[in-house]
């Protein structure tokens, strides 16, 4: 009987918080494009005599993803110092949670292909610190042939939240759709930008393949995915490499790997630390953290509504579709935009038309949100009003959307920018339109009187161009028969 891999995957995800400073100091979290070793003091670098101090508001992010999480949430806590060297670790030791995390035990729901639930659990989440990062001088950034390397501090002590998945992964489509979905919480939560490009958001994958023989190899941990479709390939490869070891009988070694994208290949990179290599001691220097009665609460009161609730919300109130609910859920500006066209008056219907192609599209091409899109939802809503009531061609609409959008505009001066006319385009009007149409294409209009369009082509191309000048505002039928008595004279 052939043999059968089943892969099991745990993930490990650190957050940066979007706190205004460090997580045990002062100093400013806006490193990016900063001058290296600017952002740095005595305490994030932990010179002698100094004492950290616990950024109240990381904890309140913390406490607000791990409840949304489904988390318990422990009343008391405490940092460890977790002791290892490399040089972007200025203290020579990390301070993180390690026996007593700030939450454990909860869990995310994911929806299968075939519309079922799985669950996947949340083993802990706990506040660590960052270290600072490793600039090595090379043509590609890479360690790896790089002449020497540089250490930048700004980024230690940037507050970081971490993440623990139990190992209920079976595939690098689930892990993918896990991190897409926390992603997506930390985001509606406000407690990060999520951005895995600039490292706000950062995943580890530990991987083990089980063999239906009973065998069951040791876990690789893989390191350096800053994309969903990176973690997805990644997982892909490292399942294939330790499944075809397995298969031919050899021992898959425990170990950190870190993924190449450019070749699509993880690479050995050391072997894995165990717990004990850190030798964690309670860090002396901070009190353990007891959360006030209350506290809890009060989180808990002020969390907004989560993507999931309003998935279902948009479904269940409005009948939207699943696939646009899920569209418009995506991110909470959109949903927030979505539900203001619909309290000013638009149809839900049309209102999702609209903001998935031609809100979507105008966003992508400037870069901005929602919150800050020039079109206010009343806006739109009077725009869509008067594609409702024949006012405008939805054609006609579109540039005027386009220019409010562009140019800043108000409805009234987008329509007259636009040369839109309001209301439907026919009678003299049409004929004026079609005349001027017939003068500037005389020899196609030649061609149609002597007898050379014989399928009717070059009637259909002017059709075409009058729709084109009246922005769709006029009646194809009205235009076929002006034009047809227009062409006999």
């Known amino acids: 009987m052939p043999l059968s891999f089943t892969p099991v995957i745990g993930l490990e995800i650190h957050v940066q918080l979007a706190t205004v400073s460090k ?41 607000k993803t791990a409840l949304a999480l489904n988390c318990r949430v422990q009343n008391r806590t405490r940092f460890h110092r977790k002791n290892y060297f490399y040089p972007d670790l200025p203290k020579a030791y990390q301070i993180s949670q390690y026996d007593l995390p700030l939450a454990v035990d909860g ?9 079922s639930k799985r669950r996947i659990g949340i083993q802990r989440l706990h ?40 190992p209920d992964i079976t595939s690098p489509a689930q892990a993918k759709e896990y991190v897409a979905r926390l992603r997506q919480l930390v985001r509606y939560l406000g407690v990060s930008d999520g951005d895995m490009e600039s490292g706000s958001l950062r995943v580890d994958a530990n991987v083990s393949v089980k063999v239906s023989d009973g ?10 995915m800053n994309s969903l479709r990176a973690i997805e390939r990644a997982l892909e490869y490292e399942i294939e490499r330790q499944s075809g070891m397995l298969a031919r ?24 630390e165990e717990a004990h290599d850190y030798r964690y001691f309670p860090e002396p220097d901070l009190l353990p953290l007891v959360l006030e009665e209350g506290f809890l609460e009060e989180t808990a009161e002020a969390m907004p509504e989560l993507p999931w609730e309003v ?30 066209c619909v309290m000013a008056g638009a149809s839900p219907d049309k209102a999702a038309n609209w903001i998935k192609t031609e809100l979507f599209r105008v966003m992508n091409e400037r870069k901005c949100s929602a919150d800050d899109f020039p079109v206010r939802p009343e806006v739109l809503t009077e725009l869509l009003r008067k594609v409702e009531q024949g006012e405008l061609s ?28 309001v209301g439907k385009v026919s009678g ?41 000048h009246t922005k769709g505002q006029a009646d194809p039928q009205e235009v076929s028969e002006l034009l047809e008595e227009s062409l006999k004279n």
């Open 107 to 115: 869990y995310v729901e994911l929806t299968e292909a075939d519309g």
């Open 215 to 224: 065998r069951w190899g040791k876990k690789s941990e893989i390191k350096n």
């Open 127 to 166: 506040l660590e610190e960052d270290t600072g990062k490793l600039v090595h001088i090379a043509s590609d950034g890479r360690l790896s042939g790089a002449l020497y390397s540089l250490v930048d501090y700004n980024r230690a002590g940037i507050p970081l939240m971490e993440i623990v998945s139990a």
């Open 249 to 272: 009988g050899e021992e898959v070694e425990q170990e950190t790997r870190h993924w190449d994208d450019a070749a699509g290949v993880t690479r050995s990179s050391r072997s894995k």
């Open 394 to 421: 939805a054609t006609a609409a579109k540039d005027v959307f386009g220019l409010m959008a562009d140019r800043s505009l108000r409805l009234d001066e987008a329509i007259e920018a636009a040369g839109v006319f």
């Open 23 to 63: 997580l045990f100091c002062s100093c400013s979290t806006n490193y990016i494009g900063e001058k290296p070793n600017t952002n740095v003091c005595p305490v994030c670098l932990g010179l002698p005599g100094t004492l950290p101090v616990l950024n109240g508001r990381a904890v309140e992010f913390a406490a």
């Open 428 to 468: 003299g009007t049409l004929k004026d339109i079609i005349d001027t149409v017939l003068r500037e294409n005389a020899e196609v209009v030649e061609d149609i009187k002597s007898g050379r369009d014989k399928k009717g082509k070059k009637v259909k191309f002017l059709q075409g161009l009058v729709m084109r």
């Open 311 to 340: 998935f279902r919300r948009f479904e269940e109130v409005y009948g939207i579709e699943p696939e646009d609910a899920a569209l418009l859920s995506e991110r909470r500006d959109v949903a927030a935009y979505f539900e203001a």
